[in-house]
């Protein structure tokens, strides 16, 4: 039986792609959801699916409502891609740069394409919901003038023509994906490398020097903290949940640590454990 995938969006985009390249081994199905609370509403209720999230870019920032989601969810992270953007900017067969008089994309997709887009000042920009969507949306309506600014896969799959490509400003455009499952059977996903990092999420008594004293621990232990990000409880002013990322190259001292650093949080939660993801190049 394939393994099932949903994503956000469809194919041809991103999300798309970073579960291709992460099971590339396997013959997958890619479910397709019209929002992130859909992928997850998809993996609580098929025992064969997993779920792709993009969780962070290295130029947009964090994705936050993906970080509460996760948590939520009870869903847990046992994987991750780091999927590199390359923008193409595509249109109907035959299309000349020099006709296109909109651009439509995904906002995000957009503002990462800002230097190639200043050359075109007198293009309209249409901000669209999804990359691949707005490829397909001009293929299916035949809109000359139109051009997307998506993969070069969703180009293909919809049968437009690329006008140029690398079109992103910055070339170390990376978008980190996180691959979760259900809790009842994320055992059912073994990873092909040892696990070694760890997504944890917590929060902390309101008191002076509480965040410093737990990564202080964690220091201490040599734990290789790679992200932190803080988000307000809501119904808890001026209370906040930390989510962490860890790496470490010894399991037992990663509990250790963890055992050292639990009677000073509350709400504490280990959101998964694995291997850290490759990187597309």
Not at 198 to 224: E, R
Request: aromatic letters at 8%; glycine letters at 6%; one cysteine or more.
């Amino acid at each position: 039986m394939k393994k099932k995938v949903a994503i956000q969006g469809i194919a041809g985009s991103y999300h798309d792609m970073a579960a291709h390249r992460y099971y590339e081994e396997e013959e997958i199905e890619i479910v397709p959801c019209n929002t992130f609370r859909d992928v997850v509403r998809s993996v609580r209720n098929d025992a064969a699916a997993v779920g792709m999230m993009a969780i962070e870019n290295t130029i947009a920032g964090s994705l936050l409502q993906n970080h509460e989601l996760i948590r939520e969810s009870g869903c847990v992270i046992v994987g991750e891609y780091k999927l590199r953007i390359s923008h193409t900017l595509s249109a109907l067969p035959g299309t000349a740069l020099g006709e296109v008089a909109e651009v439509d994309s995904h906002p995000i997709a957009l503002m990462q394409c800002g230097d190639f887009l200043d050359t075109l000042p007198h293009v309209r920009l249409v901000e669209m919901e999804d990359t691949a969507g707005s490829a397909r949306w001009i293929a299916e309506n035949g809109l000359r003038g139109h051009a997307a600014i998506c993969s070069r896969r969703a180009a293909e799959i919809y049968g437009l023509e690329t006008l140029a490509e690398g079109i992103e400003t910055n070339r170390r455009n990376y978008t980190r994906f996180l691959v979760v499952a259900d809790r009842r059977k994320a055992e059912d996903e073994p990873g092909e490398r040892p696990k070694n990092k760890a997504s944890l999420v917590f929060a902390l008594p309101h008191t002076s020097g509480s965040l410093s004293k737990v990564l202080t621990i964690l220091s201490f232990y040599d734990m290789n903290l790679t992200k932190i990000q803080s988000l307000p409880i809501i119904g808890r002013e001026w209370e906040y949940l930390f989510y962490i990322n860890l790496t470490y190259a010894d399991y037992p001292r990663y509990r250790q640590a963890l055992d050292a650093i639990l009677p000073l949080t509350r709400d504490f939660r280990i959101l998964g454990e694995y291997a850290e993801g490759k990187q597309s190049v």
